[in-house]
């Protein structure tokens, strides 16, 4: 009774059953190995090829990098996500590797037959710019196109979802939109599975910076990245 009654309750769970990847951007010892990372690799269809993956950004007094902060907003995702019941893929759980390269991230998704991938990324932008954006892929170079409209729904959840929570759209970067569409990213172009990457601000402004550094905001992005999954699987 007692078993029967557990599988009973997880099966009532909002997301029991579903796949989510989450793929918390670049490494913490990327920086060290720049032979591996800078070796290029598959990245789209066409034989396009991009370096392996890259350092990412960080805040101008390096207190914070985006290796680190990708991370922890990744954790608390999972957390919240296992909680409703989904089986969670992570692409790393540590901060002191390298890569995965672009084309690993996506065959982790791929190979998982993910519900939905989410990247997570906070931007280098210029220094007087702030905000997020959503990045969706484009149809040229993905090697499935069937996923680039599930993909752009799910990118345009992400972004209502942020909006919610006031982050401010990207002014530097999308128009003003806080969404644009890219061919240029080996992650989303090899992707099979739904998948959209979101940049959570700009690292090199200030006020950005102050706000991606506070734990309290971290968990405002992860609870509206969990909204956004759950609203793009009718959850």
């Not at 997880?10 to 997301?15: K, R, S, W």
């Not at 806080?178 to 998948?195: C, E, H, I, M, T």
Request: some cysteine.
């Amino acid at each position: 009774m007692i078993a029967s009654a557990l599988v009973a309750v997880a099966a009532a769970l909002p997301l029991a059953g579903t796949t989510i990847h989450v793929d918390a951007g670049h490494n913490g010892a990327n920086g060290a190995h720049p032979a591996q990372i800078n070796r290029q690799v598959p990245a789209g269809t066409g034989g396009y090829r991009k370096a392996c993956d890259t350092t990412g950004a960080q805040t101008n007094d390096g207190r914070l990098t985006e290796a680190t902060f990708t991370l922890d907003v990744a954790r608390r995702l999972q957390r919240r996500l296992a909680r409703l019941g989904a089986r969670v893929v992570m692409t790393r759980t540590t901060n002191d590797g390298v890569g995965p390269c672009v084309n690993e991230r996506a065959a982790i998704g791929n190979r998982a037959h993910a519900d939905l991938a989410l990247s997570i990324h906070a931007d280098g932008g210029p220094p007087g710019g702030r905000g997020f954006h959503v990045i969706a892929p484009l149809r040229d170079r993905a090697v499935r196109p069937a996923i680039v409209g599930p993909s752009l729904r799910f990118a345009r959840a992400l972004r209502a979802r942020l909006l919610g929570i006031g982050l401010r759209r990207s002014s530097y970067i999308g128009a003003g939109a806080g969404l644009v569409q890219r061919d240029d990213l080996g992650g989303l172009n090899l992707s099979r599975v739904p998948k959209a990457f979101v940049e959570l601000g700009n690292m090199r402004n200030a006020g950005d910076a102050r706000r991606l550094q506070r734990a309290a905001q971290r968990d405002r992005i992860a609870l509206a990245l969990e909204r956004a999954v759950r609203r793009t699987l009718g959850r």
